[in-house]
């Protein structure tokens, strides 16, 4: 934490720009890269069981809370057996807010700062942290003791879903689109034809028309231009505005 605080004061004092990434598992990085500083919380992966509390750092997987959960008898997390981002992530993007209890951050400053759950106004795939550019170091998770048998058996049939249903053989970058109301974004795109579509290496998954998979060596350009057509034959199609869910960052590639 210390580490982290000292870091973060630092690169405001000498005013370099700094990005914040989890492990950047919903994330498009323009392919002109990232400028400034980039700061990952891979090594805060320390987690903790006490009671029915959990405690776990910024850089742990949310998948590996919802293990841990599980193998101590705790219900409430089962819903992230399959979530592959970081405890961080998780709340900067709003996953699994009915169990937090507190969320400790780093202030762009470098102080040390506590929110209460209800302070982190939780929305539809948003957390107060994406208004502040606050550093999630610390997230603690109040569960209940929960019944194994369920618990297991939950996981198990979560655990069987996402792989039945998720292209998980490739590389992607999660699901693309926010779903819009009244609409399940996969079937509007299934309708309008694009499944298996194709720009560059990118292509709209034939498993599940919300992701689109890396099939051959795709760009980032590919994915932005991929997203741009799916958008453009969605709203001419249906008269339907696709919000992407996945963070586009970075800066344009440089023409040669």
């Known amino acids: 934490k210390q580490e982290a605080s000292e870091v973060t004061h630092w690169l405001r004092e000498q005013n370099i720009q700094t990005t914040i990434l989890g492990n950047a598992s919903n994330v498009i990085i323009k392919d002109g890269g990232i400028s400034g500083a980039v700061i990952m919380l891979n090594d805060m992966s320390h987690l903790k069981v006490d009671g029915t509390k959990i405690v776990a750092e910024g850089g742990v997987a949310l998948i590996d809370v ?106 992607s970058c999660g699901s693309v689109f926010k779903r819009p109301e009244g609409y399940f974004t996969g079937k509007l795109i299934q309708d309008a034809g694009l499944q298996g579509y194709q720009i560059g290496g990118a292509q709209v998954s034939n498993k599940h028309a919300g992701f689109i998979v890396n099939i051959d060596n795709a760009t980032a350009t590919d994915y932005m231009d991929l997203i741009r057509h799916i958008q453009k034959v969605i709203l001419e199609k249906d008269g339907v505005s696709l919000e992407p869910e996945v963070r586009i960052i970075g800066e344009e590639p440089t023409s040669h």
């Open 66 to 171: 919802s293990k841990e959960a599980a193998k101590n008898g705790l219900t409430g997390l089962e819903f992230a057996c399959g979530i592959p981002g970081s405890v961080g992530g998780a709340i900067y993007m709003n996953a699994g807010a009915e169990v937090v209890e507190y969320v400790e951050v780093i202030t762009p400053e470098g102080h040390l700062k506590t929110y209460s759950a209800e302070e982190l106004e939780f929305s539809y795939r948003h957390s107060f942290i994406q208004n502040t550019g606050d550093l999630v170091i610390e997230v603690g998770f109040q569960l209940d003791k929960g019944n194994q048998e369920e618990i297991d058996e939950k996981i198990a049939e979560l655990t069987h879903l996402r792989q039945s249903k998720q292209p998980l053989e490739y590389p």
